[in-house]
C-alpha cells in the first residue's frame, strides 16, 4: 500500500503490553500519536515511542514508557473502542460503518474497499495523521463487511 502503514521496529525496553488490559500493542509512530492527542494531553507526551491498544474493552488508546493516554485523551472517537454502530472506519475519506453495511447490504461487498485502495494507490491517504490506529483501515472495512455480510445470511 502506502509507506504511511510502515513502523519501525522500537527501542530496547519499550513496553509491548498494554499496562491496563496486558494485551500486546502494536507500534505507532509518534506523528500519529501527536496528530490524535488533545492539547492536554500532548502537553504530557514525553515517551520517544508509543503503542496503540486494539482492546474494545480497554480504555488506553497509546501507551508507551511511565506513560498512557487513553480515549478521553485522544481528538476523535476510535474506531476499535466504539460500539458497533456508526463508527468511523476510514478516517481519510470519510467511510462510516453505515455506509459499508449499505454496500454490502446493496451490492453484496464493501465498494468502498475499492474507491479507498485507488486513493491510497494515487498517494491520497493520511492514515498515519488522520487514523488513531496510525495505519491503512482496509482491514477496519474487512471486518465491518464480514459482519455485515453475516448478518444479512443469519436474516
Known amino acids: 500500500m502506502s509507506d504511511c502503514c510502515k513502523v519501525e521496529s522500537g527501542e530496547a525496553g519499550s513496553p509491548t503490553h498494554c499496562p491496563e488490559c496486558g494485551r500486546s500493542g502494536r507500534e505507532v509512530e509518534r506523528i500519529t500519536v501527536k496528530a490524535m492527542l488533545r492539547p ?20 488506553v488508546v497509546y501507551f508507551g514508557r511511565g506513560e498512557v493516554f487513553r480515549r478521553a485523551d485522544v481528538l476523535v472517537p476510535v474506531f476499535q473502542k466504539e460500539p458497533s454502530g456508526n463508527r468511523t472506519v476510514c478516517y481519510c475519506f470519510a467511510v462510516t460503518e453505515e455506509d459499508v453495511r449499505r454496500e454490502v447490504g446493496a451490492s453484496g461487498r464493501a465498494t468502498s474497499a475499492d ?25 477496519n472495512i474487512a471486518l465491518v463487511a464480514k459482519s455485515a455480510a453475516a448478518e444479512a445470511t443469519a436474516v
Open 40 to 59: 492536554q494531553a500532548l502537553a504530557r507526551l514525553s515517551a520517544p515511542e508509543h503503542r496503540f491498544c486494539a482492546t474494545a474493552s480497554c480504555p
Open 115 to 139: 474507491r479507498i485502495t485507488e486513493l491510497v494507490k494515487a498517494g491520497r491517504c493520511a492514515c498515519e495523521v488522520r487514523n488513531p490506529q496510525g495505519s491503512c483501515c482496509l482491514g
